[in-house]
């Protein structure tokens, strides 16, 4: 798999966690920071870990490569 790639998606993530610390610094917790966080995390749980990272753990399966 493209780690370049796969890497990079982790930056933007970070990347939009850190975006929403701000916003909560600056305003404090609001409804709408609250549904903000909610949506990022349930699509990235959704989208990334069951899609891209099971895809490079199959990748890193097949290769004989165990993490643990």
Do not use: Y
């Not at 990347?15 to 600056?26: G, K, N, Q, S």
């Amino acid at each position: 798999p493209d780690l370049d790639a796969h890497r990079a998606k982790h930056e933007s993530m970070k990347d939009t966690l850190a975006e929403l610390v701000r916003e909560f610094e600056e305003e404090g917790a609001t409804h709408e920071l609250a549904n903000a966080i909610d949506s990022v995390l349930a699509n990235w749980l959704k989208r990334h870990i069951k899609t891209v990272d099971q895809l490079l753990a199959g990748f890193l399966h097949r290769e004989g490569i165990h993490l643990v």
